[in-house]
């Protein structure tokens, strides 16, 4: 059974709107037990920050629960983690962009890369700054986000160990991302046997045979033999206790440690269907809503500009019938909401990356 509570009672609250509350507890939870389970067969789990843009509680708490390594996506995270004294191994999740070679070499310990002009690039900062830079190569195996096509692997890896100022740590692929794709027993089989080929071939260690992310926890749960893999990219899973094919609940995580609130500005009786003559709504496309006479219409004071709004479930018994920019507008149905009062809405990975990205949210501890 999931630990996920019953909401609270009272979800009408007098306080500072919009705000996600972060409950500290249920996170260091999730991410103590997700690193005893993927360590009984051997794997390694770095935390991924990015979901809650590089959060200092988040991140000291994820390293006080023994989680030694820290990715994000954002050099920007990484750059404020890394001042703030947060005692990890810092990863940059995606390839280099060329403008902020400088800021990778300076922040990250450890990044991920597809293009050879950037781990070129890295090598001449590395060496300017008397430093050795640590990259993981990203191998394409059928999400079609980052990677080397695996044809192009010798060519790359012989023209990267002529270069100084860089180590080759691992290498690694991204599943369910971009294209969708599982990562398989198949998919898992075909990079331990590229890392294997590689490791003996080149003579390198590889430490780091980074197979996914949240995606991989069905593959985990079902194979017996990790191979090569000993490393999974976790993000997901910690912060909503689920794993991401299906976003079905790992058994015993939280699944509620993150509740967005917003406050009410408007409350009125109205019409369900607008009318007059229908165009382009604010946000470029043409509405649809369904007949159901008079209904009682409760505005947000927070639009798409605030929260991937159709991330959002709420826990009140009722309906998001839509958006714009800056308000987003319920069917409240049979909850009297008036004009002050609170919602509470559970969130998914999206509505919880641009709540925690926007300025105009306040993040709330407990």
């Not at 794709?181 to 590229?194: E, F, G, I, Q, Y």
């Not at 069917?331 to 641009?354: C, E, I, R, T």
């Amino acid at each position: 059974m999931n630990l996920t509570v019953e909401p609270p009672k009272q979800l009408y609250l007098k306080h500072k709107m919009p705000k996600i509350e972060i409950n500290l507890s249920k996170i260091a939870h999730n991410a103590r037990m997700l690193k005893s389970m993927y360590q009984s067969k051997g794997i390694h789990i770095m935390g991924v920050t990015k979901g809650v843009c590089g959060s200092l509680e988040i991140a000291n708490l994820l390293v006080d629960q023994g989680i030694s390594q820290l990715g994000d996506s954002k050099i920007e995270n990484l750059k404020r983690m890394k001042e703030a004294g947060v005692q990890a191994e810092f990863v940059l999740l995606r390839t280099p962009a060329l403008s902020e070679i400088e800021a990778v070499v300076d922040y990250a310990d450890i990044s991920l890369n597809s293009e050879l002009e950037v781990i070129q690039r890295l090598s001449e900062c590395a060496l300017e700054k008397n430093t050795v830079h640590k990259i993981i190569l990203m191998i394409e195996l059928g999400d079609l986000r980052e990677g080397v096509m695996p044809d192009q692997l010798d060519r790359y890896i012989q023209s990267i160990l002529q270069l100084r100022g860089i180590e080759v740590v691992g290498v690694g692929a991204n599943f369910a991302c971009f294209g969708g794709v599982k990562p398989d027993a198949k998919k898992m089989n075909t990079l331990s046997h590229l890392a294997s080929e590689i490791r003996n071939r080149y003579h390198l260690s590889l430490p780091f045979i980074s197979g996914g992310n949240s995606a991989n926890y069905n593959w985990f749960t079902s194979t017996e033999q990790m191979g090569e893999i000993n490393q999974l990219r976790i993000g997901e899973s910690i912060l909503l206790g689920q794993e991401t094919l299906s976003r079905t609940p790992i058994p015993g995580l939280y699944t509620d440690a993150f509740t967005f609130y917003s406050e009410v500005i408007e409350s009125k009786i109205k019409p369900s269907v607008p009318y007059g003559e229908i165009a382009q709504n604010a946000l470029g496309f043409y509405p649809e809503f369904e007949e159901k006479g008079n209904i009682r219409h409760a505005i947000l004071g927070v639009g798409i500009q605030d929260v991937l709004v159709g991330g959002l479930t709420s826990l009140l018994d009722v309906n998001i019938i839509g958006f714009s920019s800056d308000h987003t507008v319920l069917d409240a149905k049979k909850v009297d909401l008036q004009v002050g009062d609170a919602v509470a809405f559970n969130l998914n990975y999206g509505a919880l990356l641009s709540l925690m990205t926007s300025s105009t949210v306040s993040k709330e501890y407990v």
